[in-house]
């Protein structure tokens, strides 16, 4: 028996009782055990790039975010594979410094599906936005556009699951700080991940529960259309410039 405001109930009463109890619906599944595999994977990954890139410095020229390459040439891998490239040590650093703490927490509560996408969307979203708005010989390269939609994401998941969102706000307000106002920065990219990353995540955060499949799979691949029709504008809009 277990006590209970009045009088005592049974230990079985009890558990049933709880099962009956409606949890509330989130498109959020917290997986305690989840290892963040791709967060580490992911750090792995541009290390070696880099490394890769000091020894063979064709690797900087052939796969750099550079938007005349990406119109004349339409080398657009150039907007996904720019965002595993660094400038130097202290960027690729930060960078991966700030996906350790970042990415591992998103992870194991969106789902190893889920996280790849939402990096690999955010890097999109701000490889998209430096086509866009950038000039034409102007290379960009980093992966602080997914970085930063991990910042967007993080905010967002913190607002619906009512977690203290301090932390997250100052991080997201110093980054943009120095985003502005630090010379050689490209704060295209930054916002464009930002703006990505918390796009993603209100989606996963939000999805109705019997639809949240077909909306997760729907939203993704109409933000690629999104993207795909602002690069066709962009490169259409370059090479009638050029003439």
């Known amino acids: 028996m277990r006590a209970a405001p009045v009088g005592h109930q049974c230990a079985d009463c009890v558990d049933a009782g709880a099962q009956s109890v409606r949890q509330p619906a989130t498109a959020l599944s917290m997986r305690p055990g989840t290892k963040p595999v791709l967060t580490y994977t992911l750090i792995a990954l541009n290390l070696a790039v880099f490394a890769a890139q000091k020894a063979t410095p064709a690797i900087y020229l052939q796969f750099v975010m550079w938007p005349w390459g990406v119109a004349h040439h339409d080398q657009v891998y150039r907007l996904l594979t ?129 639809y949240r499949n077909l909306v997760l799979v729907g939203a993704s691949l109409a933000l690629l259309l999104v993207f795909a029709a602002l690069i066709w504008w962009r490169t259409s809009a370059i090479l009638t410039f050029a003439g």
């Open 82 to 210: 720019s965002g595993f490239l660094h400038a130097g040590i202290l960027h690729v650093l930060f960078n991966m410094v700030a996906l350790y703490f970042t990415g591992p927490a998103l992870e194991r509560g969106l789902g190893h599906v889920r996280f790849i996408w939402l990096y690999l969307l955010s890097l999109l979203g701000g490889s998209v936005l430096v086509y866009l708005l950038t000039p034409v010989e102007t290379p960009t390269l980093g992966a602080s556009g997914a970085i930063f939609g991990l910042f967007g994401a993080s905010f967002v998941l913190a607002r619906r699951l009512n977690f203290e969102m301090r932390g997250i706000v100052g991080l997201i307000v110093v980054n943009l700080v120095i985003t502005f106002t630090a010379p050689g920065i490209s704060w295209q990219g930054h916002v464009g991940g930002l703006l990505t990353g918390a796009a993603v995540a209100a989606v996963y955060a939000y999805a109705p529960r019997g």
